[in-house]
């Protein structure tokens, strides 16, 4: 079983369109995150969910917008995509409150926006 | 976002050689280091954890802390040509919720 799985694991689309990424973990993690990482490898901290409640929301544009159905599954909506927005988006999740925990991250979702 | 500093390389090393990676970090407030290999395509795994000031030692690795001087390293003794991809840092804050990363180093590990 697949302990952080995300989809779609490709994604190419048109400037401008809107799109989703969903993210499920099933190892009973009360935190999720987004992560970025753009061509030159930097894995950029975007948003946290603890609990289903956003704690972590660094500097994103408002076109994207993280949601939590339950602690399970922490979804990313993006509109109006941009030429910028290219990358890879990593879901990741971990216990809440260890700080020696790590994270277990999905396989990644490469957006290509052209 | 905290600052997590590391030279981007790439690092060559020849095989059977000890590779050194380095990060500083700017959260004096820090509670625990990551290293994190990545091979291209691929998520991020974890090799090592440490909090406490000093060496740990796992296998071929040993992570180094010294909390004064803001500093982790990684050694990779006998560095084998499989060792090569991007080693990522990381920092936990004393949130504890974020795991903010450095911009990782290359590693090549040639025959």
């Known amino acids: 079983d697949t302990a952080v799985s995300q989809t779609p694991k490709y994604l190419v689309t048109q400037m401008g369109n809107d799109k989703s990424i969903k993210c499920e973990q099933n190892?009973?993690?009360?935190?999720m995150y987004w992560y970025k990482q753009d061509s030159k490898k930097f894995l950029k901290i975007m948003f946290s969910?603890?609990?289903?409640?956003?704690?972590i929301n660094e500097t994103v544009p408002n076109r994207f917008s993280p949601k939590s159905p339950d602690k399970a599954h922490l979804n990313l909506h993006i509109n109006s995509l941009e030429l910028g927005d290219s990358a890879v988006y990593f879901c990741?999740?971990?216990?809440?409150?260890?700080?020696?925990?790590?994270?277990?991250f999905g396989s990644g979702t490469q957006l290509s926006v052209l | 976002q905290k600052e997590v500093e590391q030279n981007s390389g790439p690092l060559s090393v020849p095989e059977g050689a000890i590779a050194s990676l380095n990060c500083t970090y700017s959260?004096?407030?820090?509670?625990?280091f990551f290293w994190y290999r990545q091979y291209s395509g691929k998520s991020p795994e974890l090799i090592m954890f440490?909090?406490?000031?000093g060496d740990k030692e796992d296998g071929r690795f040993t992570a180094q802390l010294n909390k004064a001087s803001q500093y982790v390293s990684l050694l990779i003794r006998d560095s084998q040509p499989s060792d090569s991809a991007t080693y990522l840092c990381?920092?936990?804050?004393?949130?504890?919720?974020?795991?903010?990363f450095g911009k990782g180093t290359s590693l090549l590990v040639t025959p």
């Open positions: 990741a999740s971990r216990r809440a409150g260890v700080t020696n925990e790590k994270l277990f």
């Open positions: 190892l009973g993690h009360d935190t």
């Open positions: 969910y603890n609990n289903k409640e956003l704690i």
């Open positions: 959260d004096r407030g820090s509670q625990s």
């Open positions: 440490i909090y406490s000031n």
């Open positions: 990381a920092v936990n804050g004393n949130s504890g919720y974020a795991l903010n």
